[in-house]
């Protein structure tokens, strides 16, 4: 069964396959019209990574980069990722990463496209495509990046700035914990305190070959 064609109809459950493969899942969803974001999007943004991945990571939506490529993190904030990942002894290429939202929600700044943050209604409607993905990566580690991931995986009242880094309870997995989205790195205005952002967005991620060393012993 192939995903429900149409207009809106309040959301991503309505166009979920019965085959949850990744493939099936990426399909359907690019036929997604479960909230209004998909009529202004370029594209659906579907997670990408390995099947077997046992490390997952969930951003809040797309970006700019993201929409026309049709890949998520990609752009620069992928790019920030990639070397976080590679200094915290990690390989992007073993790393399944999504977001919450799977369609760019942006409005015009001259001729830019400018991030405006999903409201609940859109993180709501498109929450089944990530609880699928979950449901078949099952990865060993989950790391929420940026507080929309957070609260909408962890609770409402997580907050990154005082638990980064921890590792806390969730359903979705052994071991779960948020950072920094790595866009936020981006906009530290100065070098030296981006440095240190940096720094330390990688001393999160270096808290995961641990846990999974101990997992594969």
């Known amino acids: 069964m192939t995903a429900r064609r149409g207009p809106a109809t309040g959301a991503a459950a309505d166009f979920l396959p019965e085959r949850r493969t990744l493939a ?3 399909a359907a969803a690019a036929e997604c019209r479960g909230c209004p974001l998909w009529a202004r999007a370029t594209q659906t943004v579907f997670g990408a990574g390995p099947r077997g991945a046992r490390v ?3 951003g809040e939506q797309p970006g700019h980069d993201e929409d026309l490529a049709g890949k998520p993190f990609v752009g620069p904030a992928g790019r ?3 070397r976080a990942l590679e200094a915290a002894g990690l390989a992007r290429a073993d790393v399944y990463v999504t977001n919450v939202v799977k369609h760019f929600n942006w409005e015009p700044k001259g001729k830019r496209r400018i991030h405006a943050k999903p409201d609940r209604m859109e993180i709501a409607a498109c929450l089944p495509w990530l609880e699928a993905e979950l449901d078949v990566i099952e990865p060993v580690v989950l790391v929420c990046l940026g507080a929309t991931a957070a609260r909408t995986l962890i609770g409402p009242r997580f907050r990154v700035t005082r638990q980064r880094g921890e590792w806390v309870r969730a359903r979705w ?3 779960v914990m948020a950072t920094v989205h790595p866009s936020a790195i981006l906009r530290v205005p100065d070098d030296a305190t981006r440095r240190a952002e940096m720094e330390r967005f990688v001393v999160d991620l270096k808290r995961i ?3 999974l060393a101990a997992r594969a012993a």
């Open 80 to 82: 920030v990722l990639d």
């Open 173 to 175: 997995a052994p071991h």
């Open 209 to 211: 070959p641990p846990v």
């Open 24 to 26: 099936a899942l990426g």
């Open 56 to 58: 997952m990571m969930v």
